[in-house]
């Protein structure tokens, strides 16, 4: 079974940084895409950022140029680094990782953007 655990959320001003990381445990790390999503209330869970297994990522339009996501796969872990926030990232960031039969979450970590 393979477990997510995300961190590196929290409260941060427009314009500041925060960089989260996403630690999988078991042997499958390597072998897929993993990727950041996230969902603001009342709205719909929505891609952030993705990188295949070969390296190739690919951004959603928001965040494109202010985040960068990348992959350590000797660590089993992805990150994603956040810079130039908005109040309109502020979300519930999850962690992906999409195999050939499904899909595995993490629990989430809060981004809250505010002055």
């Known amino acids: 079974q393979v477990q997510l655990v995300e961190s590196g959320g929290g409260l941060v001003q427009p314009g500041g940084s925060l960089r989260l990381s996403c630690t999988a445990s078991?042997?499958?790390?390597?072998?897929?895409?993993t990727g950041w999503y996230r969902q603001a209330p009342g709205k719909q869970r929505e891609l952030v950022a993705r990188?295949?297994?070969?390296?190739?990522?690919n951004y959603a339009d928001s965040v494109k140029g202010r985040f960068t996501i990348s992959r350590d796969n000797a660590k089993n872990t992805v990150y994603l680094r956040m810079n130039s926030l908005k109040p309109e990232d502020t979300a519930q960031y999850y962690c992906n990782i999409q195999t050939s039969i499904r899909a595995y979450w993490g629990q989430g970590t809060q981004v809250t953007v505010s002055s």
């Open positions: 078991g042997s499958i790390f390597s072998t897929y895409a």
């Open positions: 990188i295949s297994s070969t390296g190739l990522i």
